[in-house]
């Protein structure tokens, strides 16, 4: 029997001196001791991805969101500590506003989407939330109307609750100011394309209006799942977007369409794809939406104008998508292989992959929200 033949191992790739080099050591008073956890986890790592585009990686991107509108709503007058607030939240959210109630001395109750794991559920109930979840679902839709008729519900019988409307109320928006001052400060001067997936439309859209306040030029690219109402694409299904933590299946008042230049659409394959790829490229560990944004990154990267920044919003970790993406790593298309079809208009919208130019026009009729925006609850 012959010998098995041998492999010579590749050879690791030379270190670069320069990123090999320790840094010096900080001075006293530049590193910031944190008076509670949500400051040091709102903070994002931004991380080089290629020449022009730049990952901002966060633990939970939310906690922007959950503080912004906690600390607003105390200091307008319409909670007061003490106060239960109330959400529903597929997880992401209901982490951050656990921890924003945690921080303010407020009570925290969760409606819970079929989606949220035992880790996140026990991490909730910890910081002292009171969880209802949902039964299992394959239906976004039937998911996220029984989390809203379940609210509503609670807040017949508990009157003296705050629902926090994170789909409606645009006091959501607030906390990305600060977002923005980092991402300003962190990356070069000039062009900028923001490409994220659009949930309740918070993250892409504060960041965006925060700085074009700033007078800087900036182009904001929304990723979305085939399904979806938010910008149209509810005629097609795919059933593994309730993973996603992007997209809806009813209309969110949060969304401003108008902020969007471009539009992509990705079914779940090609979303895994590109989380596959950014841990394997980069040792980044992120969730599925931040493996579709990076996808859609790449792609417009490769088309734009010289001293164009790309800012990928990479929303959370990789936990909650182990067994669902992670663990299936071998069946992941090659990203290098796909793109997308260019359209031009809704009814031209197809699987797996399309783009269109939105160029800010108003909501698709199925998307248009009936929720007053300015409801005290």
């Known amino acids: 029997m012959a010998a098995p033949a041998q492999t010579t191992p590749l050879a690791a790739p030379a270190p670069d001196p320069e990123s090999e080099r320790s840094p010096a050591p900080a001075a006293p008073g530049q590193v910031p001791v944190h008076e509670h956890i949500t400051d040091a986890l709102k903070a994002p790592a931004f991380i080089r991805l290629s020449g022009s585009v730049v990952l901002a990686r966060f633990e939970t991107m939310k906690v922007y969101a959950a503080l912004g509108a906690v600390r607003t709503l105390l200091e307008s007058g319409r909670i007061v500590p003490g106060q239960t607030l109330v959400d529903s939240s597929s997880g992401i959210y209901a982490l951050a506003l656990a ?20 880790t996140m559920r026990a991490q909730l109930e910890v910081l002292g939330a009171t969880v209802d979840q949902m039964p299992p679902s394959q239906s976004l839709r039937l998911d996220q109307e029984r989390r809203v008729r379940h609210v509503r519900e609670l807040l017949r019988r508990r009157p003296d609750c705050h629902w926090m409307r994170q789909y409606h109320d645009g006091v959501h928006y607030a906390g990305y100011r600060e977002f923005a001052a980092l991402a300003g400060a962190a990356l070069p001067a000039g062009a900028l394309t923001v490409v994220g997936s659009v949930g309740t439309g918070s993250s892409t859209g504060g960041l965006t209006q925060a700085l074009r306040a700033t007078g800087r030029p900036v182009r904001l690219v929304g990723v979305q799942p085939f399904g979806s109402v938010t910008f149209g694409s509810e005629g097609f299904s795919d059933p593994d977007a309730i993973i996603a933590g992007i997209g809806s299946s009813i209309p969110f008042g949060n969304v401003r369409h108008e902020l969007y230049d471009t539009l992509h659409w990705l079914d779940f394959r090609h979303a895994m794809a590109g989380a596959v790829q950014l841990l394997r490229e980069h040792a980044v560990f992120a969730g599925l939406s931040t493996g579709a944004a990076h996808l859609v990154a790449r792609w417009e990267a490769e088309r734009a104008s010289a001293g164009t920044t790309h800012l990928v919003l990479g929303a959370d970790t990789g ?28 009814a031209e919208l197809a699987p797996p992959w399309s783009v269109m130019e939105w160029a800010g026009r108003a909501a698709p009729p199925g998307a248009r929200a009936t929720v007053p925006l300015g409801s005290a609850r």
């Open 319 to 346: 936990h909650r998508y182990t067994e669902r993406v992670f663990a299936r790593h071998t069946e992941a298309q090659d990203p290098r292989g796909l793109r997308p079809r260019r359209i031009e208009d809704l």
């Open 99 to 118: 921890m924003a109630c945690h921080r303010y001395g407020l009570r925290c109750h969760i409606v819970a989407s079929t989606t949220v794991d035992a």
